[in-house]
């Protein structure tokens, strides 16, 4: 039997981070649909809710294997809604961050949905970063990236009194919000159209149906199964993955190639004690080293009123592994057996054991925080949450850095669409990747 979780299922959206109600009224499901969505973390449930307000008259139903919406990537990030800075002129990623973060803001606007924007500050303290943050000014011009402009030591301790610099990047369209919170209002738009959501049903095989039963036409208009480990069967005409961690696994049930893949990165962020709240204001984020595939440590305040500093960037040794000690065989030895990361490995080796150095004695991550805000000392932070990165890896070790689509083989494959690498800021572009990926369903199945 499955169940279904309907609209009036999700309490309304507060500041308070939202809950699923836990006494929900059950019911049978019907079992065919026009498309079935696969994951509902927070690109799956804005595509699904971009694909129904254009398609009204279909049926779609959002599978996902855990109890509630968006606990993973889209409940374990900074919550910063990014301007579009960092990404290449003109490329897919500059264009969705900044069509998205205009989206999000409008969204939360209407949804009232609680935001800050309480701006960014990316902070050049030694003189060989002047030139790179230089560039980024003109790459954020390029990418139509609102109100930048860049300031010097005085404007830093205007913007920021006690973080120390001689030069910054000033982005006041930077803001943060609770993303899980707006994930969960897409599901309940998603909900309120008529889309059906189906929790605990974590899918292990898509596939052709067998032929129809004398007497019906179903397995023709409705040919693909989509099970779950505990034999339950939704039939539908297409199916869209947007798996996450799991991504390039879900691929693989259609016959697509293991590539890119997907190895976890956990990044353990530290907590300011509230008594120094006072030190940061806004997001204080240094200048990128592009020796270094990731952004480094930064200061992120949190809708919460708390302030987190970090992440670092480790190998994690579970796909949904949150904790230092969190362990599964199968995602370990698929990660360390994989040429592509030890390839990055290899590369990165220096850069590699630095973060693990930093993630077990935090005084070495305070020493990197004390560069911007020296007022900081070790006794003023505590170990704080963590969060897993789905990072897509090709063969050669290079992080795949833009979206990857992928069907598969066969009569499966013409009906099967995923979304094999959705990568960050996915959350700010989240409504942007949703009228994207929507379009390629369109395109793939003229729906």
């Given at each position: 039997?499955?169940?279904?979780?309907?609209?009036?299922?999700?309490?309304?959206?507060?500041?308070?981070?939202?809950k699923l109600l836990k006494d929900i009224a059950s019911r049978r499901l019907h079992s065919t649909y026009d498309v079935a969505v696969v994951g509902a973390g927070i690109v799956g449930l804005a595509t699904a809710r971009e694909l129904i307000l254009r398609h009204p008259t279909l049926n779609f139903i959002l599978l996902e294997k855990e109890k509630e919406l968006s606990l993973h990537q889209s409940g374990h990030n900074s919550g910063v809604i990014h301007s579009g800075i960092y990404y290449t002129p003109g490329s897919l990623k500059a264009r969705l961050c900044v069509r998205g973060a205009t989206l999000a803001y409008e969204y939360c606007e209407k949804k009232e949905i609680p935001y800050n924007k309480c701006g960014k500050l990316i902070v050049a303290v030694e003189q060989e970063e002047i030139p790179r943050l230089k560039a980024l000014y003109e790459r954020g011009l390029k990418n139509n990236v609102r109100d930048l402009s860049i300031i010097d030591a005085k404007g830093i301790r205007e913007r920021e009194p006690y973080c120390r610099g001689i030069m910054a990047l000033d982005s006041p369209y930077t803001g943060i919000v609770d993303w899980r919170m707006v994930a969960l209002r897409y599901g309940k738009d998603f909900e309120e159209a008529g889309g059906t959501v189906v929790t605990e049903y974590e899918v292990n095989d898509i596939s052709m149906v067998n032929e129809s039963t004398a007497g019906s036409t179903e397995g023709m208009k409705y040919p693909i199964a989509v099970r779950d480990k505990k034999g339950n069967e939704v039939r539908c005409r297409y199916v869209l993955t947007c798996g996450g961690l799991y991504s390039d696994r879900l691929s693989q049930i259609s016959g697509c190639s293991r590539e890119p893949r997907i190895v976890p990165f956990r990044g353990d962020y530290l907590v300011l004690k509230p008594e120094k709240h006072y030190l940061v204001k806004g997001n204080i984020y240094p200048v990128p080293d592009p020796r270094f595939p990731f952004?480094?440590?930064?200061?992120?305040?949190r809708m919460d009123g708390s302030i987190w500093l970090g992440p670092n960037a480790v190998l994690a040794f579970k796909r949904e592994g949150y904790k230092v000690y969190d362990f599964n065989m199968r995602d370990f030895a698929d990660a360390i057996s994989f040429s592509g990361l030890q390839k990055l490995v290899l590369k990165n080796i220096k850069y590699g054991f630095g973060e693990m150095y930093r993630g077990i004695f935090i005084g070495a991550q305070v020493k990197i925080l004390q560069k911007y805000i020296p007022e900081i000392s070790l006794s003023d932070v505590l170990r704080g949450p963590a969060g897993v990165r789905a990072q897509a890896l090709d063969r050669e070790g290079k992080l795949v850095d833009d979206f990857v689509f992928d069907g598969g083989v066969g009569d499966v494959g013409s009906r099967v669409l995923h979304v094999r690498n959705a990568p960050s800021p996915a959350a700010t572009s989240s409504l942007a990747i949703g009228e994207m990926v929507a379009d390629e369903v369109e395109s793939r199945f003229s729906l």
């Open positions: 039997m499955i169940w279904t979780l309907r609209g009036a299922t999700f309490k309304a959206v507060c500041a308070a981070q939202p952004l480094g440590v930064h200061f992120t305040p």
